[in-house]
C-alpha cells in the first residue's frame, strides 16, 4: 500500500530570527485565547448539564480530559508554526482529495451548527439582562461581532480576544460562592465514580468531544499562521520551520491555555454540581434556567457571574468559529485566507465569514432549544474528533511535513492514547444508541 503523504512544495528548517519582545498582555493572552475558545458557550452548556446530572461525581474528568487537550492543541500548533500553513492546507498538500473533501465538508458544517448553537446560547444569557425576545439578541450580537470582523484589524481583534479570555474566570468565583466542602472535592476529583448507561456515557463523549472540537484546531493552527504574518512573516518560505527554542515556547503557551480551559470547566461542573444537583435540578433545558437556578442557591451574585460567562466568551467562541469555517473552505479550496487582508483584498474569505454567520443566526429562527442544541453540538464533535486527530499524527510524524520537529516518544503515546479513547468513546455511545 502506498503512503498518501505526498512531497512538501519547500525545505522546513529554516531558522528564524527572535520575534519582537512581547507586553505583558501579549505573554498572557497568547497562552490563553485558545483555550477560552475552547470553553465556548457549548461546553459551559456541556459541562452545566453534566454537573447538575451527576454532581461532583463527574469532576474526575477535568484531570482526564488535560493532557488530551494539551496534546491536540499542540499538534495543530507544531503545523501552522513548523509547516507555515493551516491545518487544512496542509492536509491538502499531503493527503488525496478523497482524504481532504470529508474532513473539510465536516468541519465546515461543525462550525455552522457550533456558532448557531453559540449564538442561541448567548441569546438566552442575555435574556437575563435584556428583556428581549432571543432572536432580537442574537441578530444584534451577531452584527456586532461581524462588524468586528470586518472592519477590525487582526491586531484590535488579538487585544479584544485576549481581555475576553478574562470573563472565564466568572465560573471560579461562581463556584466559590457555592461554599464547597474541600475534602470532598478533592476525594470526587481523583476517584472516580462511573456509571455504565447511555445518559452518562453521553455526557462523557460530550464533553471530551467539545473539549477537543475540531474547530480548537484549526484555530490554533491558522493563529500561529497569523501570529507569524504579524511580525512580517508574510511569504511562506519566512514561515517554514521552527528552532527548538520556539517549539518550547509554543509547547508552554499551549500548555497554560489548556490549564486555564481545564481550571474553568472544572469550576463550571462544580458550581452546578454543588448547587443544582443536590436541589434536583438535574435536567438543564436552557441557559438562563442554569443560570436561575443558581440564585437561590448561592446568591444572585452567582446568578450574573454565571450569565455573564457564557456572554463573554461567546463573543470570543463565535468569531473563532465563523472565521474557522472561513480559514477550512478557502484552504480546502487551494486558496489563501487572512485576518491580515483587507476585505476589498480577499472578497472569497471575507464572503465566507458573512454567510456562515448568516446561516448561524437563521438556524435560530427555527425554535431550536440552544441548551439542547449545545450539548449535541458536543457529541456530534465527538466524533469529528478521532479521525482528524489521526491526520494530524500522520503529519507530525512526518519528515516530509515538519523536518526534524517529529514528536517525541511521549507525545506520540500521549497523541494515540486520545485517539483511541475516543474512538472507543463515540463507538461505545452507538453501541448504547443501537442496544
Not at 96 to 109: I, T
Request: net charge positive.
Amino acid at each position: 500500500m502506498t503512503n498518501p503523504i505526498r512531497e512538501p512544495l519547500e525545505s522546513n528548517t529554516q531558522v528564524h530570527a527572535p520575534p519582537p519582545p512581547a507586553t505583558l498582555l501579549q505573554r498572557f493572552g497568547a497562552g490563553i485565547v485558545t483555550g477560552a475558545a475552547d470553553d465556548d458557550p457549548s461546553a459551559i452548556g456541556t459541562y452545566a448539564s453534566a454537573g447538575a446530572r451527576f454532581g461532583l461525581g463527574f469532576l474526575w474528568i477535568a484531570p482526564v480530559l488535560l493532557p488530551m487537550m494539551y496534546v491536540v492543541v499542540y499538534l495543530s500548533a507544531k503545523i501552522g508554526q513548523v509547516y507555515g500553513k493551516g491545518l487544512f492546507a496542509c492536509i491538502r498538500d499531503q493527503f488525496p482529495k478523497w482524504v481532504l473533501v470529508p474532513m473539510v465538508s465536516l468541519a465546515f458544517a461543525g462550525n455552522i451548527i457550533e456558532a448557531a448553537a453559540d449564538l442561541g446560547g448567548v441569546g438566552a444569557a442575555l435574556q437575563l439582562f435584556v428583556p428581549l425576545p432571543i432572536p432580537v439578541i442574537v441578530v444584534a450580537v451577531s452584527t456586532v461581532i461581524f462588524t468586528i470582523q470586518y472592519f477590525g484589524s487582526y491586531s484590535l481583534i488579538r487585544r479584544i480576544f485576549r481581555w475576553l479570555a478574562l470573563i472565564l474566570f466568572a465560573y471560579v468565583a461562581a463556584a466559590v460562592m457555592s461554599r464547597p466542602d474541600p475534602l470532598e472535592v478533592l476525594r470526587a476529583t481523583f476517584i472516580p465514580r462511573l456509571q455504565f448507561n447511555a445518559e452518562f456515557l453521553s455526557l462523557t463523549v460530550a464533553c471530551i468531544g467539545t473539549s477537543l472540537s475540531a474547530y480548537v484546531y484549526s484555530w490554533q493552527s491558522n493563529q500561529e499562521v497569523e501570529e507569524q504574518i504579524a511580525i512580517g512573516r508574510r511569504r511562506l518560505t519566512q514561515r517554514k520551520g521552527a528552532s527548538r527554542r520556539e517549539m518550547k515556547a509554543t509547547s508552554r503557551d499551549v500548555l497554560t491555555g489548556m490549564i486555564f480551559s481545564n481550571i474553568i470547566l472544572y469550576f463550571i461542573i462544580l458550581s452546578t454540581g454543588l448547587t443544582l444537583h443536590p436541589a434536583g435540578q438535574t435536567q438543564i433545558e436552557s441557559a438562563a434556567q442554569a443560570a436561575a437556578a443558581l440564585e437561590p442557591l448561592a446568591g444572585p451574585a452567582a446568578k450574573y457571574l454565571f450569565a455573564a460567562g457564557i456572554v463573554g466568551v461567546g463573543f470570543l467562541a463565535i468569531p473563532v468559529m465563523t472565521t474557522g469555517a472561513a480559514y477550512d473552505m478557502t484552504q480546502g479550496l487551494g486558496r489563501e485566507g487572512s485576518l491580515h487582508d483587507a476585505p476589498t483584498q480577499n472578497r472569497l474569505f471575507y464572503g465566507i465569514i458573512a454567510a456562515v454567520t448568516a446561516i448561524a443566526v437563521a438556524l435560530n429562527f427555527l425554535g431550536f432549544n440552544p441548551m439542547r442544541a449545545l450539548v449535541w453540538s458536543g457529541i456530534v464533535q465527538g466524533f469529528l474528533v478521532p479521525p482528524l486527530l489521526f491526520l494530524m499524527m500522520r503529519l507530525t510524524n512526518s519528515r516530509k511535513v515538519v523536518g526534524a520537529r517529529t514528536n517525541s516518544i511521549l507525545t506520540n503515546a500521549l497523541g494515540w492514547l486520545t485517539v483511541a479513547v475516543t474512538a472507543l468513546c463515540a463507538m461505545a455511545l452507538v453501541v448504547m444508541w443501537v442496544v
